[in-house]
């Protein structure tokens, strides 16, 4: 599980969302946004994030801290984007992913500050 975690810390920091979102979240991955249903599935996931992406002019991504027990892992990561619009957005995300088979079949995303 580990060799499959720092791929998508790896993925996730160099700014290769679009691509994790294919290759680790399950068809039917449940996605949760601070509390609430961000996408019922990997391809309403990818569609929204796409979006968003789109217009992310550049980024940083530095993990903070990854815990891994069982087949759940807390991964709290430091992102820092510059819009389109030249609006800089900094915050910190923990998400909390369980896995089943290779694959995340529920993330957990939360805004920590």
């Known amino acids: 599980?580990?060799?499959?975690?720092?791929?998508?810390?790896?993925?996730?920091?160099?700014g290769?969302?679009?691509?994790?979102?294919?290759?680790?979240?399950?068809?039917?991955?449940?996605?949760?946004?601070?509390?609430?249903?961000?996408?019922?599935?990997m391809q309403e996931s990818y569609?929204?994030?796409?979006e968003y992406v789109?217009?992310?002019?550049?980024f940083e991504v530095?993990?903070?801290s990854s815990e891994i027990e069982g087949n759940v892992s807390e991964l709290v990561f430091r992102y820092r984007m510059t819009g389109s619009d030249a609006v800089i957005s900094e915050f910190t995300g923990k998400h909390i992913?369980?896995?089943?088979?290779?694959?995340?079949?529920?993330?957990?995303y939360s805004t920590i500050s």
Request: proline content about 0%; overall charge negative; some cysteine.
């Open 97 to 108: 992913q369980t896995w089943e088979k290779g694959k995340i079949v529920r993330e957990e």
């Open 62 to 64: 530095k993990l903070i």
């Open 1 to 14: 599980m580990q060799e499959l975690i720092d791929d998508f810390v790896e993925m996730n920091t160099s």
């Open 47 to 50: 569609d929204k994030q796409k």
């Open 16 to 41: 290769r969302v679009l691509e994790l979102c294919e290759k680790y979240y399950d068809e039917h991955v449940l996605m949760l946004n601070n509390g609430t249903v961000f996408a019922k599935s």
């Open 54 to 58: 789109g217009s992310v002019e550049d």
